[in-house]
């Protein structure tokens, strides 16, 4: 069974930076694209930022120029570097594949972004 543990998550304040891990057990993520989402309280899950087997990235507007999403297919983990962040940052995230039907979701890392 695949199990994906997001960390790195916790209070940062306004302009501040983290980098979030996600690693993956029980199978080997290099052959998928991968993706980082977000959910924030009262909020649906929204995908923030993708990356290709072959290392292209895609970003939502709201973090594009900000975040960057990275794989180490020899870890078998995906990084998301969150640089200028901001209180609309605030949210629970999550990584999994791209394209359905996804791997059973993570806990999640929150990420709370307030002076």
């Known amino acids: 069974q695949v199990q994906l543990v997001e960390s790195g998550g916790g209070l940062a304040q306004p302009g501040g930076s983290l980098r979030l891990s996600c690693a993956a057990s029980?199978?080997?993520?290099?052959?998928?694209?991968m993706a980082w989402y977000r959910q924030a309280p009262g909020k649906q899950r929204e995908l923030v930022a993708h990356?290709?087997?072959?290392?292209?990235?895609n970003y939502a507007e709201s973090i594009k120029g900000r975040f960057t999403i990275s794989r180490d297919d020899a870890k078998n983990t995906v990084y998301l570097q969150m640089n200028s962040l901001k209180p609309a940052d605030t949210a629970v995230y999550y990584c999994?594949?791209?394209?359905?039907?996804?791997?059973?979701w993570g806990q999640g890392t929150q990420v709370t972004v307030s002076s």
């Open positions: 990356i290709t087997t072959g290392g292209s990235t």
């Open positions: 029980g199978s080997i993520i290099s052959i998928y694209p």
């Open positions: 999994n594949k791209l394209y359905s039907p996804p791997y059973n």
